[in-house]
């Protein structure tokens, strides 16, 4: 049976970007590879890669796992856990970064981008979060990772390490190849559109969190920036804020840019801005109302339970095979 794998960091609550970009697509593909097997995580280990608050990171993690939830996906066909309650995936990552080299970490642009951000130091596990990331896979065999398009460079780090350790110590792990949605794989800061809308950005004003109040995301909607020509027309480079807010539209009724763009033929930006605002203010306000009856109940707990039992029967066998290869056995 092919897996098909996919998580998402507690760093923050989760984006109309990530909801975009990665959680529902994932959804979406739950239902229609019924003879697949989903696993999802909640990437904790990766939030602790730069300094955050201690309360904070503990009600993200529920708060992320609910959310899951409520956006649809199903433990039906699938293993569903918190990642630092599966020890194999820090043991994986150790191994990993025996075939892993410095050069290669250093060209990717997260870590760039993201160690340029630190004022006190760069921590180790931030330059090392692409190894953890490939032991997150490749422990578990996946076929599929659907993520956002800001992935698709880890992704092919995490190929590049299966490769070579199935070279090196015999074929061992499956090569994983990355999904990537058409639309919607990169949704971008509503007031600054040339930059990806972040769960952890300072820039709050630009980016709808999926539990903020129905109010506000639809005022960040129809404050977003655009441009002057008041055209409802996509051009991602000329017209990067109007091109955003139709990718978003686009992503969450099914019409294509065309489509958008003849519906709107005479209608201004404003018209436009206030009709996405009602259908991201309906979409988020259906996921709040399940995100509040999960986050409440003691089925979330039982779920995270059983799933962390059945990640961990997958991954210790994997590490005990990867040990045994790389000669990590007393006979
Ligand atoms: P951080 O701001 O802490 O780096 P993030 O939102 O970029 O967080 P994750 O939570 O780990 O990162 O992302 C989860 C998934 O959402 C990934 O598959 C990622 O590719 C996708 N994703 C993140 N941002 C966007 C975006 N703006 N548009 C589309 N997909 C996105
Ligand atoms: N690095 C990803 C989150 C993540 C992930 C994974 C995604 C951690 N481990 C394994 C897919 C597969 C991010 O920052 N978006």
Do not use: W
Request: with cysteine.
């Amino acid at each position: 049976m092919k897996v098909v794998l996919s998580g998402v960091k507690p760093s923050g609550i989760p984006t109309l970007g990530n909801y975009i970009g990665a959680i529902r697509n994932f959804a979406r593909l739950q239902k229609e590879m019924k003879d697949h097997h989903f696993i999802f995580f909640v990437a904790d280990l990766h939030a602790i890669t730069v300094p955050h608050d201690v309360e904070e990171l503990r009600k993200n993690i529920r708060a992320v796992a609910a959310l899951y939830l409520a956006c649809g996906l199903t433990t039906e066909n699938a293993s569903f856990f918190i990642q630092s309650e599966v020890p194999e995936h820090a043991e994986m990552c150790y191994v990993l970064q025996s075939v892993c080299y410095m050069g290669e970490l250093e060209r990717m642009t997260q870590y760039k981008d993201k160690a340029r951000k630190q004022k006190s130091g760069i921590p180790v596990a931030l330059f090392n979060y692409p190894t953890l990331m490939a032991a997150d896979i490749l422990l578990y065999d996946a076929n599929y990772v659907p993520v956002g398009d800001d992935q698709k460079q880890h992704l092919e780090l995490a190929r590049n390490i299966a490769e070579r350790f199935n070279n090196r110590y015999g074929e061992t792990f499956v090569v994983p190849e990355a999904l990537i949605n058409k639309t919607g794989a990169r949704i971008m800061n509503l007031q600054e559109p040339t930059k990806k809308m972040d769960k952890s950005e300072s820039n709050n004003k630009g980016c709808i969190f999926l539990l903020e109040s129905i109010n506000s995301a639809k005022k960040k909607i129809k404050s977003a920036v655009t441009d002057s020509e008041n055209k409802i027309q996509y051009h991602k480079t000329k017209k990067p804020g109007i091109s955003n807010l139709m990718t978003i539209y686009s992503a969450l009724t099914g019409l294509s840019n065309k489509e958008i763009e003849k519906k709107y033929a005479s209608g201004s930006y404003g018209a436009f801005k206030t009709e996405l605002a009602e259908i991201v203010g309906g979409e988020i306000a259906a996921l709040q109302k399940r995100y509040n009856e999960i986050i409440n109940s003691s089925d979330l707990d039982k779920i995270l339970d059983d799933g962390r039992e059945r990640a961990r029967e997958i991954a210790s066998k994997k590490l005990k095979e990867v040990y045994k290869k790389v000669g990590l056995t007393r006979r």
